[in-house]
């Protein structure tokens, strides 16, 4: 266990995969919710279409999907600024609630698009959204964990 990053070091980790997490969440809710048929028709960036290869335009749909983004984009934001244990915790277990479906969907519908490259992206980047919260509930139980020794010793005094 000695390889594993400690006290600050690991705050700063929480802090950044948090981050990520975050200003991806935020990104992808402010283009759905505030220009929707731009975002069906050019996400991840114009020329790829990942939403519209999926289905007809929706825009009921779209902007309940961007509202949900930012929801859980500000939500993450707050445990990265906060890095409180139950709101780290909280927000990445419902990160994780809806990306761990969203991988699921998107890795099981890859033959609606044409090219290797956006199957290869839609696998990558929805996969490191699952990866990445999993990774941070690992650091932090192990910080939890450290931090009980610490405890203990102290009371053992």
Do not use: C
């Not at 409180?84 to 609630?97: M, N, P």
């Amino acid at each position: 266990m000695s390889g594993l990053p400690r006290g600050r070091d690991t705050a700063g980790l929480m802090r950044g995969g948090l981050g990520m997490l975050s200003l991806s969440a935020l990104a992808v809710g402010l283009w759905a919710l505030f220009l929707p048929r731009s975002f069906h028709g050019d996400f991840p960036f114009p020329g790829r279409g990942w939403v519209s290869a999926l289905g007809p335009y929706n825009g009921h749909l779209v902007v309940d999907v961007g509202a949900m983004y930012l929801a859980l984009g500000v939500l993450l934001m707050a445990a990265a600024i906060s890095l409180g244990g139950e709101l780290v915790r909280v927000s990445l277990v419902a990160w994780l609630v809806f990306a761990v479906p969203h991988f699921v969907y998107h890795a099981a519908t890859l033959h609606h698009y044409p090219l290797l490259v956006d199957k290869v992206g839609n696998v990558v980047s929805l996969g490191l959204v699952v990866l990445l919260p999993l990774i941070l509930l690992f650091l932090d139980g192990s910080r939890r964990a450290s931090e009980k020794r610490v405890d203990d010793g102290i009371q053992r005094r």
